[in-house]
Nanobody, 125 residues
Framework: QLQLVESGGGLVQPGGSLRLSCAAS????????VGWFRQAPGKEREAVSC????????DYADSVKGRFTISRDNAKNVVYLRMNSLKPEDTAVYYC??????????????????WGQGTQVTVSS
């Protein structure tokens, strides 16, 4: 059973940066694609970014393209989401999930079998 733990969230001013981490306990992330998702109050969960098993393929939602960077360190069993130029509309609970392929298609969110508990990101002055 793969257990995922997110960390790195917090309160940041507009224009600031955060780096989220997704770590796996009791198993390895090496065999899984990993996605980052977010859900703001009153809104549906949306896919933000994903990375394939080897790290050679990534994808980003249009709303974060050019500002967010996903990466993975398989030696450390961690996937990161670097978030720059943060905006108030980035405020949400951010979740990581592990699955069999990198996809941001809403109908394919079910392909991610394992989900973390989430970490809060608040962008406010």
């Amino acid at each position: 059973q793969l257990q995922l733990v997110e960390s790195g969230g917090g309160l940041v001013q507009p224009g600031g940066s955060l780096r989220l981490s997704c770590a796996a306990s009791e198993s390895t992330l090496d065999f899984y694609a990993v996605g980052w998702f977010r859900q703001a109050p009153g809104k549906e969960r949306e896919a933000v970014s994903c990375i394939n098993v080897g790290g050679s393929n990534t994808d980003y939602a249009d709303s974060v393209k050019g500002r967010f960077t996903i990466s993975r360190d398989n030696a450390k069993n961690v996937v990161y989401l670097r978030m720059n130029s943060l905006k108030p509309e980035d405020t949400a609970v951010y979740y990581c999930a592990a699955g069999w392929f990198c996809t941001l298609v809403p109908d394919q969110q079910g392909s991610y079998d394992y989900w973390g508990q989430g970490t809060q990101v608040t962008v406010s002055s």
